[in-house]
């Protein structure tokens, strides 16, 4: 507090020159005891006070006598940068002192009444601070007196309470905002009470209690600070559970008759349980914390396993000779990090193979547990794919889908090819989630839906002004809104010439114009372009440009139509029949004979085509179940197909004569045929899975046709 924010300034002076009957008069008027004295430069030289007029007066000196002969010269001053004090109070004399700057200058008067009002601005201050404090804290904090009157809450206290904080709660008794017994009684208690916890409105509280006692020792009322614990009551569930399973963890690893080991990335070993110490001799004291590899140049074990997990980055089994004469089959299993694939961790399941007898029980034991561990990989990998929409069980499309997820990481054009409907928007948005630009947007446009005359300022936006019914701020095009993702541009053939030219200049400059606008403006993107034309034939024919075709054409994909990969169809067809079935909140299922048809249609519209009549069917089949008379027209129009007499044939090179595909209906054949058909391929075959492939069906329509004819199966291989 600052002398000159609280003095008054202006004062009223006294020149030396002027008499006792001026300071009278001036000293009566203003009701005042004391009047500074200063120069004719207003540099304070004295201080004139009420005693010295009365002195004057009982020594009858003439009116006239100058004050300058009267003042009292030895006077206490303050600057006017300094600091207020509360002992100043005693040194006020005449009820006043006077104020000078660093010159001499006087620049104001000190009260009594000003400190007062500098010391009550201060306690203000120092009130409202405490109660920002008091209301930013996080625990609740409720004060009440001793007959319950609310003396201070904060707004913490109000949440947990439940109490509207529009309504003025001072001196309000605490019972009316408090109904809970146990709550008030303890609010209320003249005694302390520390950590009590109790339940209220659903919440659980913890609140330590202390009575308010002044410096005198008397209580004048009661104090409470309460904290929610709830959601720490959960997470004190959370770890007692947490450590609850690994204890059970622990039992069991400790339980296992193989000794189990567990590494960092390092090869340092941080667990293994009493079966490895038993099988190795080393005590847990002595390996825990050390490298597996230490234990390898001890000659305690021949060699060390979480290193070649850690060079190789996969499952390995090794045979482990140990010091004792033990030999181990050892199998180390990374534990990856799920998103940067990292190994985390590398554990060991030691199983002791000393007693030869066991040997080749244990090896084939692990041959079918690896063949275990592949088929669900592979389930895995077929699930993972419809989670995307993405349906794949054809050898054509696993390899397409092994393409993509390797190109997706690289930044450069993409053209995928194939007839309308076979799923090319669907890779393209794959590719775009799989690539480094996921985070950016996927901008996707078909060039043959626009017509020509718009698609240019939908590709490339427009200038303010640039034609009529343009928007006044311009628009910009979805080349620019694809800047940091990528650009999809389905069916590019259709493409118009002239368009053909500004998008190569676009893909090579990777500048943009809009049109009307002489700006050029920096774009990012990564282009994937479909179609379902001939496009090289398109560039002899001079309706596509040829530097364009090999600009986009850097890494194309093609992807065959659906009766060329009939091994997809019922898995989409369970996928799509799932899909409806979800969203139109119903159970359908799909009879044998409808799915042989539907495998024997030839899909002239794609996987399209087959979602279409699928919700179809889904939506107007009364039935729970889909039969053949609820299949379109289009499918029962052919005669009973047969599945060992498909109609085209094709002979490819290093393949078996007998390499069929379907492009329309099977071919009509007698039960007998198609049975002595069947039973020559199986008996040169034996195999479910090579019959379908040869014959380009599902392996279970194979499976119920030889069932139906009473065809005994063999293991298939």
């Known amino acids: 507090m600052k002398v000159r924010d609280y003095m008054t300034a202006n004062p009223i002076v006294l020149y030396k020159e002027e008499t006792i009957s001026r300071a009278a008069s001036l000293l009566l008027e203003n009701r005042i005891d004391g009047l500074p004295v200063v120069d004719e430069a207003y540099k304070l030289i004295g201080l004139l006070t009420k005693s010295h007029v009365f002195r004057a007066m009982k020594n009858h000196l003439p009116e006239e006598t100058p004050v300058g002969t009267l ?26 002192l006077p104020v000078i700057d660093r010159s001499g200058t006087l620049v104001g008067i000190l009260t009594r009444t000003d400190i007062l009002r500098a010391f009550e601005h201060q306690t203000r201050k120092t009130i409202s601070q405490l109660d920002a404090i008091l209301q930013s804290t996080y625990h609740g904090i409720v004060a009440v007196d001793l007959k319950g009157h609310v003396l201070s809450i904060n ?35 003249l005694e302390k009470k520390q950590m009590v916890r109790l339940d209220y409105d659903g919440r659980k509280l913890l609140i330590n209690h202390t009575p308010i006692v002044t410096d005198e020792g008397k209580k004048i009322g009661m104090a409470s600070v309460m904290q929610d614990i709830t959601e720490l009551e959960v997470i004190s569930e959370e770890l007692t559970a947490v450590q609850k399973l690994n204890r059970e963890l622990d039992t069991i690893i400790e339980s296992s008759h193989d000794g189990i080991v567990v590494t960092d990335r390092s090869g340092v070993i941080r667990h293994f349980n009493q079966a490895f110490s038993r099988m190795t001799g080393v005590p847990a004291h002595e390996a825990i914390g050390r490298q597996e590899e230490e234990l ?52 060991m399941n030691c199983r002791d193979l000393s007693q030869l007898n066991q040997v080749k029980a244990e090896l084939e034991e692990a041959k079918q547990l690896s063949e275990r561990y592949h088929s669900e990989l592979e389930v895995l990998r077929a699930q993972q794919m419809e989670i995307e929409g993405v349906v794949a069980e054809s050898e054509e499309m696993r390899n397409i889908l092994q393409m993509c997820m390797r190109i997706a990481p690289v930044d450069t054009s993409i053209l995928i090819l194939g007839e309308s409907g076979v799923g090319k928007g669907v890779l393209a948005k794959l590719i775009h989630q799989r690539s480094d630009r ?62 053909q030219v500004k998008l190569l200049t676009v893909l090579q400059e990777k500048l943009v114009t809009r049109i009307g606008d002489v700006k050029e403006r920096a774009v990012d993107f990564r282009l994937v372009a479909a179609t379902n034309a001939n496009l090289l034939e398109r560039v002899q024919a001079g309706t596509f440009r040829e ?35 979800a969203k139109h909140h119903v159970d359908k299922r799909i009879s044998y004979e409808s799915l042989e048809l539907m495998q024997a249609y030839a899909w002239p519209g794609n996987v399209r085509e087959l979602e279409n009549i699928i919700e179809r069917l889904v939506v107007t089949t009364v039935a729970p179940v889909i039969d053949v008379q609820h299949l379109p027209k289009m499918m029962l129009d052919g005669q009973t197909p047969s599945v060992a007499f498909p109609v085209e044939r094709r002979q490819e090179a290093g393949q078996a004569d007998e390499k069929t595909v379907y492009s329309t209906a099977s071919v009509p054949a007698t039960p007998a045929q198609e049975k002595e058909r069947l039973l020559s391929l199986y008996e040169k075959y034996q195999s479910t899975r090579k019959v379908a492939k040869i014959l380009g069906v599902h392996q279970s329509t194979v499976v119920r046709r030889l069932n139906k004819y009473g065809i005994r199966k063999k293991n298939d291989a």
Request: net charge negative; with cysteine; proline share 5%.
């Open 438 to 499: 996921a985070r950016g947007p996927f901008i996707s446009i078909n060039c043959g839906a626009i017509p020509g005359n718009l698609l240019e300022s939908e590709l490339f936006g427009y200038a303010p002004g640039a034609f009529t019914g343009a928007q006044q701020k311009g628009k910009p095009g979805l080349i620019e809104l694809a800047d940091g993702g990528t650009l999809f541009l389905d069916e590019i053939g259709e493409l118009p010439l002239d368009l």
């Open 547 to 581: 530097d364009l075709y090999y600009r986009i054409n850097v890494v194309p994909i093609e992807v065959p139509p659906l009766r060329k990969r009939k091994e997809d169809l019922f898995p989409m067809i369970r996928y799509f029949l799932g899909k409806f079935n």
């Open 71 to 96: 003042m009292q010269t030895r006077l206490v001053t303050l600057y006017d940068d300094q600091q207020i004090y509360e002992d100043w109070d005693e040194e006020l004399e005449a009820g006043r």
């Open 296 to 347: 390898e140049r001890r000659g305690i074990i021949s060699q060390a396993v979480s290193k070649l997990v850690v060079e190789k980055k996969k499952r390995v089994s090794v045979i482990q000779h140990v010091a004792n004469g033990s030999v181990l089959l050892s199998t180390g299993t990374p534990i990856l990090d799920d998103e940067t694939g990292e190994i985390l961790q590398i554990v």
């Open 155 to 189: 707004q913490a206290a109000e949440r947990l309470l439940g109490i509207s904080s529009q309504k003025d709660m001072l001196r309000t008794s605490i019972d009316e905002l408090v109904s809970d017994k146990p709550l008030l009684n303890l609010l209320l208690s």
